[in-house]
């Protein structure tokens, strides 16, 4: 499957199998955020994988889904502010690479025929608290990983490319 494949037919997938991702799946996801890219190469990422079940069902009061605590890996991408680039006006950068390590991770995790959801509406305090992590630390995003229990085709409902690119000026 090539890049361009992936990005094509990668859904959020909302329905997983109780089969458990091999750890050496895991590991190539996680590699893949690593790998990416972060402004000033700061890489300011943790990523927790979590596959004990007793800390997925802790998850549960972040993000009240019984299909997102059932799958049997949940990936929690985190970032540590304090180690951001900051543009010279402030703006901090730290959501933008985690989101760009996360998406990475998601990538692969296609290829290797796992599925993924973005998780934004989470509670971060709760995720916080389930999972030991640090004050200072924010968490970003969240993804269920595993082997997909719904079939989805190709990714359709999206604006076209008329509406949203503009050549040379706005
Ligand atoms: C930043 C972000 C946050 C999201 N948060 C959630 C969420 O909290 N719960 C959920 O079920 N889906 C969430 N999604 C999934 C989107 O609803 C989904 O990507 C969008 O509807 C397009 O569908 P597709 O991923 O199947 O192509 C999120 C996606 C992104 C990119």
């Not at 943790?46 to 997925?56: E, G, L, N, P, Q």
């Not at 993804?143 to 503009?166: C, F, M, N, S, W």
Request: glycine share 4%; aromatic share 10%.
């Amino acid at each position: 499957m090539d890049v361009f494949e992936a990005v094509q037919t990668r859904r959020s997938i909302r329905a997983y199998q109780e089969r458990a991702v091999e750890k050496e799946k895991l590991v190539k996801v996680l590699e893949a955020g690593r790998l990416s890219p972060s402004a000033a190469n700061q890489q300011p990422w943790h990523f927790i994988a979590v596959t004990d079940k007793a800390a997925r069902e802790r998850l549960f009061t972040a993000y009240n889904r019984r299909w997102f605590v059932d799958a049997p890996a949940i990936i929690v991408a985190c970032a540590l502010p304090e180690k951001s680039w900051s543009r010279q006006d402030g703006e901090e950068y730290w959501k933008v690479d985690v989101a760009i390590a996360l998406q990475s991770m998601v990538l692969v995790a296609r290829e290797l025929g796992l599925g993924t959801c973005w998780i934004g509406a989470f509670n971060e305090e709760k995720v916080k608290e389930a999972l030991g992590i640090p004050q200072k630390v924010r968490v970003v995003a969240l993804t269920p990983l595993g082997y997909p229990a719904e079939q989805k085709g190709p990714v359709a409902d999206r604006k076209p490319l008329e509406e949203i690119v503009h050549y040379d000026r706005w």
